[in-house]
C-alpha cells in the first residue's frame, strides 16, 4: 500500500510564532553586540590619538571589528585622566608611569603599547650647543614640569655621562609643549627638551636633534627601548569592556600597518595634523611611522622595569608614591 505524505502548509499561528521567535533572538544577539562592543574613547583635541581614530574610522576598521567607537575630546592630559578615573570615558593614552602610580595606590589599571616615539633635546643647528656638556649653565626649555619623565631621563643621563645634575647645573625653563617650544627659535632658551610632535615641527624648521629620549634610554644601559605612553584602562572595567578593548586595539593596529605605508592616508589626515607647510607635514607623518609599535613582549617588560628603577630613585616619592614599587600585572594581556 502506498502511504501518503501530507503536503499541507503550516498553520498560520506557527508561522507567525516562528518568525517572531526569529526576531525576538535576532533583536537580543544585537543588543548583546552593541553593549559588548562599544568604547569611549578619550583623546586631545588636537592630539595625535585622533589621527590613529579617524584612520580607523575612516577605513571602517572599527565596523569590521563591530565596534561602536565614540570619542571625546577634552583640553588637557590632566582632563583625559581625571575622565578615566571617574569612569566617564573607557579608555585613554597616557604614560605608564602615570598607571602604575595608580595601580600600587590601588586602583588597578592595564596598558598597552600606543607609540615608541620619544621627545628630544632640540637646539639651533648653528648655535653655541653642539654636545650634551654644553648644556651646563644653558637655560633649557623643558616641556611640562620638573617631574616629566624626559626631563628626569635627561638629568639621570647627565650624572651617568658627565657626573652632573642639569636640574642644578643648567637653568631648567618649565613650561607648556607648545610655549616651551617657541622660546628656542626666540633666543630665549639654548635648547629644548620637547614632546615629539613638537620636536618635529622643530625639526622641520631647520633646528637641530641633540639628543633624542631613546639615545638617553640606551645610554642608561636599558635596551630594548620600552614605550613610555600607551592605551590605559582601568581593571575594573575589563568584565564589561575585555573584548570591546581588544576589539578597539586589533583596529588600531591594522589602522597603523595602513599609516606605515600609505601616503593618501596621511592626506585625509592632513586637517587634523595643522602642520604649517609641506615639511612639517612630512616630519610629522616620518615621526609617527618611526614610532609605530612593535612587539611588546618579555624584554620590553623587563624594560620597563629597569626603566622604572632609574625614575623612582630619580624623581622619589613625588613621582613614583611612598611605597614605590613595579607591578607587571599592567603590563598583563587584554584577556588575563
Request: proline share 5%; net charge neutral; aromatic share 8%.
Amino acid at each position: 500500500m502506498m502511504s501518503v505524505v501530507s503536503s499541507a502548509p503550516p498553520s498560520r499561528r506557527a508561522v507567525l510564532a516562528a518568525l517572531a521567535g526569529l526576531l525576538a533572538a535576532a533583536g537580543r544577539l544585537r543588543a548583546q553586540e552593541a553593549q559588548a562592543l562599544t568604547l569611549r574613547v578619550g583623546t586631545l583635541k588636537f592630539g595625535t590619538l585622533n589621527w590613529l581614530v579617524e584612520t580607523i574610522r575612516t577605513e571602517g576598521f572599527d565596523r569590521r571589528e563591530g565596534l561602536a567607537l565614540d570619542s571625546v575630546d577634552f583640553a588637557s592630559g590632566q582632563a583625559t585622566t581625571v575622565a578615566l578615573q571617574a569612569g566617564d570615558v573607557d579608555l585613554i593614552v597616557t604614560d605608564w608611569l602615570w598607571a602604575m602610580r595608580r595601580t600600587t595606590d590601588g586602583e588597578p589599571m592595564r596598558f598597552a603599547p600606543f607609540s615608541n616615539a620619544l621627545g628630544a633635546v632640540m637646539v639651533a643647528a648653528n648655535g653655541p650647543v653642539k654636545a650634551l656638556a654644553d648644556l651646563r649653565g644653558r637655560r633649557i626649555g623643558v616641556a611640562g614640569g620638573a617631574l616629566d619623565k624626559s626631563w628626569l631621563l635627561l638629568r639621570a643621563y647627565g650624572k651617568a655621562k658627565l657626573g652632573v645634575d642639569l636640574a642644578s647645573d643648567a637653568e631648567p625653563v618649565y613650561g607648556a609643549p607648545p610655549l616651551v617650544s617657541e622660546q628656542l627659535p626666540l633666543g630665549r632658551v639654548d635648547a629644548v627638551l620637547t614632546f615629539w610632535p613638537y620636536a618635529a615641527r622643530l625639526d622641520a624648521r631647520g633646528f637641530a636633534r641633540l639628543l633624542d629620549v631613546s639615545e638617553m634610554v640606551r645610554g642608561l644601559g636599558i635596551d630594548p627601548v620600552p614605550p613610555l605612553v600607551g592605551f590605559v584602562w582601568r581593571n575594573a572595567v575589563m568584565a564589561e569592556r575585555g573584548a570591546a578593548i581588544a576589539a578597539f586595539l586589533r583596529a588600531a593596529a591594522a589602522a597603523n600597518r595602513l599609516l606605515a605605508t600609505s601616503d593618501s592616508a596621511w592626506e585625509r589626515l592632513r586637517p587634523l595634523m595643522q602642520a604649517a607647510d609641506e615639511a612639517e607635514f612630512a616630519r610629522l607623518r616620518d615621526y609617527y611611522r618611526a614610532g609605530i609599535p612593535g612587539a611588546f613582549g618579555e624584554p620590553e617588560r623587563a624594560s620597563c622595569a629597569r626603566l622604572f628603577d632609574v625614575l623612582a630613585e630619580i624623581g622619589g616619592a613625588e613621582l613614583v608614591g611612598p611605597e614605590a614599587r613595579f607591578d607587571r600585572t599592567l603590563f598583563g594581556p587584554v584577556g588575563e
